[in-house]
């Protein structure tokens, strides 16, 4: 007992010293990207890609929330435009409302003479910053509670999913006199603590604001997979009717990791929307919502990184591609999901993982690394086999 | 008040019947693989174009034939739906096999391939893959007939690829330098097309003050006849039996014998061969876009929640269900039977159009779902914990 | 309370129409080690099933402890002190052992808890104690999906103990098993039965013959008989449903 205790604390304090070693490289990322490459992009005379990296991180953020409910806990959401489009609404509207006392002008275009009930409370900041997490955590704790409870999951959880978001669609699109339908809500010309959004002053602050939010999610989504609701979070995606046999309810746990995961959402559809300068039901159509599943699929799935890195590259080829070939975008795109689906189920960072890494060895000239037991790499038979199989 | 809600039954009956031709090879491949073939709409779109490539094919054969063109499209559609449905499967579904999410995620992939495939797709671009075939896979059949091909298959994929992609581009490239826009021209574009109902569907019966078109007819009828196959096949021949004795049990089926791949293929190619159908009837209804098969991959889904897996009868249950309710609800035809109740009938006038309506049924099926979280007609016994 | 653990009273379950369990009644005391066999069919799983409350009973009903299991669902049922381990090993295979045992040894099993709560320092000593046992020490940190099929039972078995349940059910947990690893899985339950109540569902007669106190026989969804390994055995009913004929017996 008194060394199995000793050999507790000694690996506790390991894993800190990790920790620290783990926060101390993120800083120092978010920190170069934060102000180096705002800087670097200024240089190279491509400032415009500034805000595209801004935006982009936004969809990291939403990634992050993809990544907890598909990669870890396996359930395949094709609904996450909603929530970051409730999100890109909710700020769109307190920023519509800023000049107080002042009517959106699109409201009187449709002889709406006074502001909808539920619209009253986007005049305060404070509380549109709670609704933009808020809201699309509700709504995702809702129909993730009414469809977890009658055990429905797997493609029936996704189409369902999808459904309610053609459903939001239609309701956004249709609706011109409460959130001007297809239009949707414009922040450019809006004015935020008296500045215009669209203003390269407003911008570089929400650019900011970005890197750091996205620093936080990533912390927040480090923390809750790590610790032993990410272990249960895995054994639901391994066998959901075990979990049970253990005596946990697997439903407050994915309502739980929906809700949350909407909540990112919702967090970056409000970033998204003002570097964008506009929030309309088409961030609701069917492929958005699939691509984010794509970003994560490309980066890794269950790896946390591996979303980040998948949103940002993926985003970025697709800027790239469809502003040279709108033509082959589509094909591109329709491929990527095809092959990495088929030939790299673990995205980049699980292939950096297994094959990479041993290519990598094998390019340094070390041995191909052996998963194994360990009483098997003891085995002298095996060592000598293995000797002669490498020549 | 009683003829107007007959006519919003017939409509709602024949945008079922639209739904449940749609939903029908879903249901059957989804009950048997477990897969969501996020593509279905796209086959069915490429079923509409097919009828379209017919229509024109007829119209330069005269006025007689013209008629009984629908009848040869019907074919064509079902044939080139199923053997592009059998590529897919045997090229992407059957080595995702057990992982429905990533079929959807592959399947979703396809059908972005195929909505973009129908805009550019021109004279260069056939040649070029056809080339690029032939290349590729008969290089690759060569080599996996040499002696030692374990050894070379990766490199012979490495060196193949490029090789005859590059080969497929040039002469790609060599065929449109030489007839220029004749053959880059893609053949239909982006644009929506439109197939003309041959005139004898263009008219309609009149039932009083309601105009019966007969085309609603016509897609009745032959979602009649679509059920009615599919019900002789999956119940009186050798391979419908094989198909529902794969269904129930794969691994039991698998042991006796079965050749599940096979039925897997087959069942599949049936599957997409019913989307080309659905596709034919849907392009009798409205111009023919790349993005139609959007339109109706939700509400066919639905279709599939709502029915339950295992039997045909849940699927015309639920397609016809949720066709009346979007209907009755869409027009607003329920509510002179509610002017009893203002708040109620308030409600429904706010719901009474078609984005709304959806909105209000996809309330109703998550609220059904609530009770009947299989659907209407669950696989009952005992299963397998899966 | 009596000081059964568990009693079943006309425990019925038809799956449209057909009767897996039939007018089924069956008691156990607090502490006992009970074998049931049955040839194929006989409804071992489904008695199980129901137990878990995995199966609804269509009528009847099961008491455990004295309170009614009916319309619990599995976790409630878990919580109440029942664990189960599956006829095929169920583990976490991408969780390592370490994590699997971990997760069923928290004891605070709802979102927040689990949420917030970090594993104390007596549930590390509990895993690491318990990896020990079922001899998984040198493993306990690669994924569990690399394991063997008997280390996979053996650490579902570990899983069940982590729970530390007051009433165990354990489906054919020799199943595939080498003769050396049975003999170790009949030594481990033997031992948890010491300060367990189990049940054991299994077709190995060498491996009843060892654990064996009390023996159940099912049959058609209904105990058969009841008593010792040696009362059973000669038991002409039991040769009967297990033989088909009397006369080939001792064949």
């Known amino acids: 007992m008194i060394t199995d205790y000793s050999a507790v604390k000694s690996s506790s304090t390991m894993r800190r010293r990790s920790l620290l070693i783990e926060g101390a490289i993120v800083v120092a990322i978010a920190l170069l990207i934060l102000f180096g490459a705002p800087i670097l992009l200024t240089a190279i005379g491509q400032e415009f890609r500034i805000n595209m990296l801004g935006r982009f991180m936004t969809l990291a953020i939403a990634a992050l929330g993809v990544d907890l409910i598909w990669g870890y806990t396996g359930m395949l959401s094709l609904g996450h435009g909603i929530f970051f489009s409730l999100g890109g609404y909710a700020l769109a509207m307190f920023l519509q409302l800023q000049p107080e006392g002042e009517l959106p002008e699109f409201f009187t275009l449709y002889g709406v003479t006074e502001l909808p009930w539920f619209w009253q409370p986007f005049h305060s900041l404070p509380f549109t910053l709670a609704a933009l997490v808020c809201i699309p955590a509700l709504i995702a704790a809702l129909l993730g509670y009414l469809v977890f409870r009658n055990r429905i999951r797997g493609v029936y959880f996704s189409i369902l999913t999808q459904a309610s978001l053609i459903v939001f669609f239609n309701f956004f699109n249709s609706q011109q006199k409460l959130i001007n339908g297809t239009n949707g809500l414009k ?200 000797q002669n199989l490498r020549n | 008040m009683l003829t107007s809600l007959l006519d919003g039954l017939f409509d709602g009956i024949s945008i079922g019947s639209v739904l449940l031709l749609a939903a029908l090879g879903l249901a059957i491949v989804f009950g048997l693989m477990g897969v969501i073939n996020m593509a279905h709409g796209e086959l069915m779109m490429i079923g509409a174009y097919t009828t379209f490539v017919v229509q024109n094919a007829f119209k330069s054969f005269g006025k007689p034939w013209f008629g009984a063109y629908i009848f040869v499209a019907l074919i064509c559609a079902f044939l ?25 995620l592959a399947t979703w992939g396809v059908s972005l391939i195929l909505r973009q495939f129908v805009r550019s797709v021109s004279w260069v671009m056939v040649l070029g893959l056809g080339v690029f075939c032939v290349l590729y896979f008969g290089a690759m059949t060569i080599i996996s007939r040499m002696p030692n091909v374990e050894k070379i298959r990766g490199w012979a994929r490495i060196v193949l690829l490029p090789l005859s992609a590059g080969i497929a581009w040039a002469a790609g490239s060599m065929l449109g330098q030489t007839y220029q826009l004749a053959a880059t021209k893609p053949w239909f574009g982006a644009q929506n097309v439109d197939v003309t109902a041959p005139g004898w569907l263009r008219k309609g019966i009149k039932l009083g003050t309601y105009q019966l078109p007969y085309v609603r007819l016509f897609i009745l009828v032959l979602t009649i006849v679509c059920i009615i196959g599919m019900y002789m096949f999956l119940q009186r021949s050798a391979w419908g039996l094989r198909i529902r004795a794969v ?28 989307a080309g159908v659905a596709g034919c009837a849907v392009s009798l209804l409205g111009s023919v ?98 | 309370m009596s000081d059964k653990i568990l009693e079943i009273e006309n425990l019925t379950v038809s799956f449209e129409g057909f009767k897996a369990l039939n007018q089924l009644n069956f008691n156990m005391d607090t502490g006992e080690l009970r074998v049931i066999i049955g040839p194929n069919g006989a409804g071992k799983t489904t008695f199980l099933d129901v137990i878990t409350g995995k199966v609804q009973p269509t009528t009847g009903r099961a008491l455990f402890k004295g309170k009614n299991l ?178 080939e017996g001792d064949g």
């Open chain 2, 247 to 274: 269904t129930q049990n794969r691994s039991m089926s698998a042991c006796l014998g079965i050749p599940t791949k096979r039925v897997d293929a087959l069942t599949f190619a049936i599957g997409s061969g019913l």
């Open chain 3, 70 to 247: 009916r319309s619990r669902s599995e976790h409630h049922i878990s919580r109440l002190g029942i664990g189960r381990k599956f006829q095929t090993p169920r583990v976490y295979l991408q969780l390592t052992p370490r994590e699997n045992l971990d997760l069923s040894c928290n004891r605070h099993k709802n979102v927040v808890a689990t949420l917030l709560g970090r594993p104390s320092k007596a549930e590390h000593r509990t895993v690491a104690g318990l990896l020990e046992t079922i001899g998984l020490t040198t493993k306990a940190d690669i994924p569990a999906a690399l394991l063997s099929h008997g280390e996979k039972q053996r650490l579902e078995i570990g899983m069940l103990v982590a729970q530390s349940p007051d009433l165990l059910l354990v489906d054919e947990p020799v199943a595939g098993l080498t003769d050396e690893e049975t003999e170790n899985v009949g030594n481990l339950l033997l031992t948890l039965a010491e300060s367990h109540s189990i049940i054991v569902i299994e077709h190995d007669m060498e491996f009843v013959r060892q654990i064996a106190r009390q023996v159940t026989v099912l049959h058609q969804g209904s105990v058969l008989c009841e008593g010792s390994m040696d009362e059973v055995q000669n038991n002409p009913q039991v040769i009967e449903v297990y033989l088909g004929q009397p006369e």
């Open chain 2, 80 to 104: 080139v739906t199923a053997l592009l449905g059998l590529v897919l499967e045997r090229g992407v579904i059957r080595h995702l096999y057990g992982r429905p999410l990533e079929t959807l």
């Open chain 1, 187 to 386: 922040t450019d010309t809006t004015k935020i603590f008296g500045v215009y959004a669209g203003s390269d002053q407003v911008q570089s602050v929400f650019y900011a604001l970005t890197v750091i939010l996205l620093l936080l999610a990533y912390m927040l989504c480090r923390w809750l997979t790590s610790g032993r609701i990410g272990k249960l979070l895995v054994a639901i995606r391994d066998d959901e009717s075990r979990v049970r046999f253990s005596g946990y309810d697997p439903t407050g746990f994915k309502v739980l990791v929906f809700a949350v995961s909407a909540g990112l959402a919702g967090i970056a559809g409000a970033l998204y929307t003002v570097q964008s300068g506009i929030i309309s039901p088409k961030t609701m159509d069917i492929a958005f919502s699939i691509e984010m599943v794509i970003w994560v699929a490309v980066g890794g799935r269950a790896s946390l990184v591996g979303a980040i890195l998948g949103a940002l590259t993926v985003n970025f080829a697709k800027s790239i591609l469809s502003e040279q070939f709108p033509e082959i975008w589509l094909f591109f795109q329709g491929a990527l999901f095809l092959v990495v689906v088929t030939v790299l189920p673990g995205g980049f960072v699980g292939w950096l993982r297994t094959e990479g890494q041993d290519l990598f060895r094998s390019l340094i000239g070390r041995p191909r690394r052996v998963m194994t037991y360990p009483s098997l790499a003891e085995d002298p038979e095996v060592e000598y086999e293995r």
């Open chain 2, 289 to 386: 876009g790349p993005n139609t098969g959007q339109n109706y991959i939700v509400d066919t889904f639905m279709v599939v929640v709502v029915g339950g897996v295992g039997k045909l009868v849940g699927s015309i249950v639920a397609a016809m269900a949720i066709g009346i309710a979007n209907y009755m609800i869409g027009a607003n035809a329920l509510s002179p039977l509610v002017s009893w109740f203002p708040q109620l009938a308030g409600i429904l006038e706010f719901f009474a159009n078609a984005s709304m309506a959806k909105v209000l049924v996809f309330a109703l099926i998550v609220t059904f779902l609530q009770f009947r979280p299989a659907g209407i007609f669950p696989q009952k016994g005992r299963m397998v914990d899966a």
